[in-house]
């Protein structure tokens, strides 16, 4: 009895969380009040805020393997992607895949899971670079 009892307060209590969801989303749609549409435009700055913030710290992160006297694995840039690429055009000449396996510091996080990911060009072009270079690949 106290199960069955559970088991209704539980689907009592997500039907009115879904009306809920419901309610706010149409008054977010039609505008009815300025609340629900005011909460998405400050949600929104936030997103662009943080997005100027990720290109303003400006740093970049050489993710390639190791090659002696040009680059350092895990090698952090004190630049903008752009600017790094820039400085090492003699290195990019040598080893052309250098160019995709420098990131900006906003992708980083997800860029380190691609270059360990079979199949990603990140993967795939520090296979390459391990390969010209004559080592092991990952």
Do not use: W
């Not at 400006?58 to 190791?66: A, C, I, M, T």
């Not at 360990?116 to 520090?126: F, M, R």
């Amino acid at each position: 009895m106290e199960l069955e009892e559970a088991a209704e307060n539980v689907q009592t209590e997500e039907t009115e969380a879904t009306e809920e969801r419901t309610a706010s989303t149409d008054t977010a749609v039609t505008g009815d009040t300025g609340t629900a549409s005011a909460e998405l435009e400050q949600e929104a700055e936030v997103v662009a805020a943080s997005e100027d913030e990720a290109a303003a710290v400006g740093f970049s992160v050489y993710l390639g393997p190791s090659v002696r006297g040009l680059l350092k694995q895990n090698q952090i840039y004190n630049a903008p992607k752009a600017q790094v690429l820039g400085s090492l055009e003699t290195v990019i000449a040598q080893y052309p895949q250098v160019r995709h396996l420098i990131v900006a510091g906003n992708k980083l996080a997800e860029s380190r899971v691609l270059v360990k990911t079979a199949g990603s060009l990140l993967y795939v072009q520090n296979q390459k670079m391990c390969k010209q270079l004559g080592g092991k690949t990952i």
